[in-house]
């Protein structure tokens, strides 16, 4: 099967095409920026529907990390696989973009990626299985204790190894691991 799998809860977006029974990635694009996802999510996917030499029709599947991520990232990216699902009539699967970061390691490790406002996400993993977290912490505050301290982004690949279980699943509604409120505030809730 054909999947779609995006992620935009880091300042790295990421979307590519993967073959789920090899794990083989087809296409892949990933641009770093904290902001301006939106602006290149979709012609991002296009090219990698392109480059795989695949129709939209040719997709069997969209799996999405759900974060833990930023209010608009995150809207961002599940907005859209969500649309793609619905518009195509395909199974759309969130997953933790954490334990995605996470899959493939072994021994301890904590995944962390960027939360903004001096902090950190994180979460604790034993051989790519989630032990703790996640959550979000001012980075001296974290006690990796032995585990080895791991930063990055998911890749299209790991997406897709993190929801194979989900794979041909009636589908679950995506749920966003914002883990803190968001940084904009409404005119009359700032007084």
């Known amino acids: 099967m054909h999947v779609l799998a995006l992620d935009t809860a880091t300042p790295a977006l990421t979307v590519g095409i993967v073959d789920s029974e090899s794990g083989a990635v087809l296409a892949e694009r990933s641009r770093t920026h904290a902001r301006g996802h939106a602006e290149v999510l979709t012609p991002f996917l296009l090219e990698c529907l392109a480059e795989a030499g695949l129709e939209r029709a040719d997709l069997g599947a969209v799996v999405v990390g759900c974060g833990p991520g930023p209010f608009t990232g ?91 279980p989900l794979l041909g699943t009636p589908a679950q509604p995506l749920v966003p691991l914002y883990l803190r409120r968001p940084d904009a505030v409404e005119m009359a809730a700032r007084g």
């Open 74 to 164: 995150l809207r961002v990216g599940m907005a859209t696989a969500a649309a793609f699902g619905d518009a195509l009539g395909i199974e759309v699967h969130g997953v933790c973009s954490l334990d995605a970061i996470a899959h493939g390691t072994s021994g301890d490790v904590v995944v962390v990626t960027d939360a903004r406002r001096k902090e950190v996400y994180w979460a604790r993993y034993s051989d790519g299985a989630r032990t703790a977290g996640p959550g979000v912490i001012k980075p001296a505050d974290l006690d990796a204790g032995d585990a080895r301290v791991v930063e990055g982004s998911p890749t299209p690949a790991s997406l897709v190894a993190v929801a194979r």
